[in-house]
Structures are given as C-alpha cells and as structure tokens.
C-alpha cells in the first residue's frame, strides 16, 4: 500500500489526506496543533461558489482574473472555479449546514472584488463548519491524525524528497517519516508581521522547509492586508458589513474612498483599500467604520458576532456609533510553487493552500476564494500524492533525525532570558510592518534586510530557556521564529527585486505597473544564498518548471 504525509490539520490538508485514503493510500496527518484548532477555523467570510442564473464559473474567473493585477494564471483560475461546484456538493454531503433562504435554496452573499452574491456561507462560522465536517469524514475514512506534531524538516535524496523528520511535542521524540510522498499544507506565515489576523501557529514551517529542501518559492512579496480590523488588534471585522451599507470614514467625516476608487467605494478591491487607508492615517487621520445605516435586523442575525464582538473588544455598539479600523497582514498570496496538481518543484513532495502557489490569487485575492483553493487543490494534491510517492531512504532519514534529535537535545539546555524569544518575534514584527508592509520602497526594504539579518544573529544565539521533554512549547517557538525570519528573508529580497507596483505590492520608487506580468520565482542555494528571477504568467502551467 502506498504511503502518504500530509502535513498540517487545516482544510487544506484535511481534505488532501481524505482524498488520498479514498485513492487507496495509508495516510498519516501530522499537525502542530488539533486539527480543530487550526487556522482554517478563524475563516468566517465564506467559499466562492457560482450557483447560475445570472452567474457563471466564467464570471468568477473573469472576477478573480481582474483582482489578480494581471498575476493569476488564467488555467489555474479556471480550474478552481469550474470544481467549485463538485466541492460544494461533496460538502454538503458531507453535513456543512450551508444556510439558505426561506425557499430552501443555498443562501449567497457578495464579497468585496465579485461582481455576483456567490459566497455560500455557514453563518458567521464557515471555516469551523467545514472544518468539522472534513474531520470527521478524515477519521471515517481512516486516516491517522496525530497532533502536536512539528515538521522539523524535510529530507531530501538527490532532487526527490524521501521523508520528513517531525518533532513529536506530546512525547519529546523524533519522528522518522521514510518514502511515500509527502504533501505540505501548513498554511500561512502572517506571524512574519505586527499586526496580523493570523494565528500564532501561522509561522509558515512549510515554505520554510521547502526553501531550505530546494524548492522554487513564487511571487513571495504578494502579501495581502486586510482593510479593517481592530487597530494594533489583528481581529477581522467582517467585509459583509460594508456589502451591507456600512462605510468608511476619516475623522473628518470624509467619504474618503470616493477619491480612491469612485466605481467600487467602500467594495474596492483590497490592496486599494489598503492603500486608501494607509495614505489617510500617514496624514494623521483617524479611520472608521460607520455602520449606521445598516438595517437592525442584521445585528440580530448575520453580523450578529460583529455587535458583540465591538462591544467586548473595543466597548463600541457599532449600530450607533463608529468603530475604529485599520489594516492588518491578513493573508499571502505566494508560497511553495505548484502545478495544477499540486506537485512542487522537487519530486515526491506536493503542496496545497496558503503555504502553495498555484497562482490562483495572483497580486490580489478577492474574499471567499482562499477557502476553495483549499477544497479544491487539497482534494487534487491528496489524490495524485499516491501516484508520486518518493524513494525509500530510510539511511538519509535516519541520519537526519539524528542530527536534529541532537540539536532539540542542545536547545533543552541551553540557559539565557526567557523573554529573548518573544522579543525577537515582537520586532521582526515591526520591522516588516514597518519596511515591508503595505507601502515599500528600496531604502526601507534595504534596512528592512540588516535588521533581519541582525535578529538572525541574535536567535540562533538564543535560548528555549526550557528543559522539559514532553510539551516544550519553548523550543518548538525557536524553530518557529528560524522559519519567521528565513521568510522575512525571502519576503523582502522579492519586493526588492519586484521594480514595479501590482496589486498588493507597492513601490512609492516604482508606482508604475510594468507592461509585462511575470511571476517572481526565488530559490536558495546550498550556501543559502538567495536567487530571484522573473517567469512570464501562462496561460497554461500543467507542469512545473
């Protein structure tokens, strides 16, 4: 029987795991943490489904194709919004109480960058009602799933990967994983910034290992805020409630986004709220969220959580007075290179949602499309993860997890400060919030470089400050903070090399957008430097270079 690693309990790797028990594999899922508790959980918008009528999977390309600035591969666009049909009804028997209208018909709302209603939501919960229904269907149909699992690395024999080396949390030991193929869904990286929507965990320890495994990295200065969240908070307040009548406003009282983008307003795609936002606040104005001219019902039903939530986090009611937003890193649109079928640049690996690129979102994801990538390429990954499993090297592997076993051993007794750790984490931070963030330019990019640098030298010098066998959290933070900055690296030598302005990536030196779109694709050499270069958008990637 064939083997197969995923590696990340989200909906992208619970549905590659399902996908490949049902193709006859013996699947292992290894997660960081339960899979309930993954990421995916905090998903509340919804998954971007064309249900007719008036709409069409061709509508949602052309939609998705507009947002993307030109960056989006129109192949992988196509695949993902004519399967997005087949994945919803594959949910819906799978038991996801998508909500409908009064005639019993799956209930649709817009998001910000879709020209229909094609969201098909669970409440205010979508990623939690997935979620649970894929882990359920992941136990039935037999896949092993262990938890508070870490991906140390991965290993690699010649240009094929031949297993991964996993940190066991629950019992101190090193797990060997030999042959089969391994599939990478460990989801984000937004801890790279200060603020972010993402969850601590979202340290993106699989980009990481890909980088450092020789993997091809794409378009990894595409990285997407969101417009309106609780200022130096992180937490999301729901587009829904600007499809609804809510608007922004700078403490002038100043429709501002009419200047911004007069068609769309408040709707505009997110980069240019973003950008809006930023332009307003660095000339010292206060931002908000004026939800008053929504209807009273939808505080007691849809937008429910966001009365509530207002009212405990920032002691605002919001259906009477204006809340204050700004942007936070919310989500990244490059990552592990992939083609249509989720197989890497490297034999025997494989990769699927945030942490992969297929080149879906392109310089710019439109609200509810992230949840069908990961329906949809995590059911293509699992599914061709049985027929390219890698070579069996037990030897590599093994000597492999003797390294690293003798390093977990080294970082357990190490002594220093305690609070090095989440020092070094709060200021790299800072500074990609800072220098790297929603506007960037070559100056700041450059310091952005040497301060990273100098935060390198002070982590690998660092200390877990923690002894204990079982459970230390402190030296799985240490891997985690080496994944971080790796990627603060890679982040910041793209937007360097990127001379141009496209969607999510602004340069105030380069506000232009170039004539021709390419793809920005970085390696690391076995030295570690770093090497970027430029491929044309296709038309077609049926296969990666």
């Known amino acids: 029987m064939k083997r197969v690693l995923v590696i990340g309990g989200g909906l992208a790797g619970l549905r590659a795991a399902i996908a490949a028990a049902e193709s006859g594999a013996e699947v292992t899922l290894a997660s960081k943490v339960h899979p309930l508790s993954s990421h995916s959980i905090a998903a509340t918008g919804g998954i971007n489904v064309a249900l007719g009528g008036e709409d069409s999977w061709e509508s949602h390309v052309e939609d998705t194709l507009q947002a993307s600035a030109g960056l989006a591969d129109r192949d992988a666009v196509e695949k993902i919004c004519r399967e997005a049909g087949e994945e919803l009804r594959i949910l819906e028997r799978w038991g996801v109480p998508f909500d409908r209208d009064a005639s019993g018909r799956l209930g649709a709302k817009p998001l910000g960058g879709s020209s229909q209603a094609r969201t098909v939501f669970a409440g205010s919960h979508t990623g939690k009602a997935v979620l649970q229904a894929l882990w359920q269907k992941a136990i039935t149909v037999g896949v092993s799933i262990r938890e508070d699992c870490f991906l140390l690395d991965l290993v690699i024999s010649g240009d094929t990967c031949c297993g991964a080396v996993l940190l066991d949390l629950k019992e101190g030991e090193i797990i060997e994983h030999t042959g089969g193929a391994v599939v990478l869904a460990t989801g984000g990286l937004g801890q790279v910034y200060s603020p972010t929507s993402n969850a601590t965990i979202c340290t993106g320890d699989g980009v990481a290992a890909a980088l450092r495994a020789g993997a091809s990295l794409l378009d990894m200065e595409m990285t997407q805020f969101y417009p309106t969240c609780l200022p130096d908070r992180g937490i999301c307040i729901t587009e829904e409630a600007r499809t609804k009548g809510a608007v922004l406003l700078n403490d002038r009282q100043e429709r501002f986004m009419l200047r911004y983008d007069s068609a769309r307003v408040d709707l505009a795609n997110r980069d240019i709220l973003c950008r809006a936002i930023f332009s307003e606040m660095s000339s010292g104005r206060q931002i908000f969220l004026d939800c008053g001219a929504i209807a009273r019902e939808e505080f007691e039903g849809s937008l429910r959580d966001l009365l509530e939530l207002s009212r405990m986090l920032a002691n605002v009611d919001v259906a009477h007075e204006p809340l204050p937003v700004a942007p ?18 490297i034999s025997g690996l494989l990769s699927a949602g945030e942490c992969a690129c297929l ?10 499309n992230s949840l069908l990538e990961t329906l949809v390429m995590g059911h293509a990954s699992g599914k061709v993860s049985v027929t390219v499993a890698g070579a069996s090297d037990g030897d590599t592997v093994h000597r492999r997890a003797l390294e690293l076993g003798e390093q977990v051993k080294e970082l357990r007794c190490r002594q220093g400060d305690a609070r090095t750790l989440p020092h070094l984490r709060r200021s790299l931070g800072r500074v990609m919030s800072g220098k790297a963030g929603i506007v960037r330019e070559a100056s700041e990019l450059n310091r952005a470089a040497e301060e990273i640098a100098d935060l390198q030298q002070e982590a690998s010098a660092s200390a877990p400050c923690d002894s204990s066998e079982v459970f230390n959290k402190a030296v799985r933070q240490w891997f985690e903070l080496a994944n971080l900055l790796s990627l603060a690296r890679v982040i910041t030598a793209s937007a360097l090399a990127r001379r141009e302005s496209r969607g999510a990536h602004y340069r105030i030196d380069f506000p232009r957008t170039g004539a021709i779109a390419e793809h920005s694709r970085i390696r690391q050499s076995y030295n570690g430097e770093l090497s970027v270069d430029f491929v044309p958008v296709r038309e077609s990637r049926r296969a990666v270079a």
């Open 359 to 368: 080149s879906v979102h392109g310089a710019n994801r439109i609200g509810g």
């Open 328 to 345: 936070a890193m919310h989500y990244h649109m490059g990552g592990i290179e992939t083609d249509l079928e989720g197989k890497s640049t």
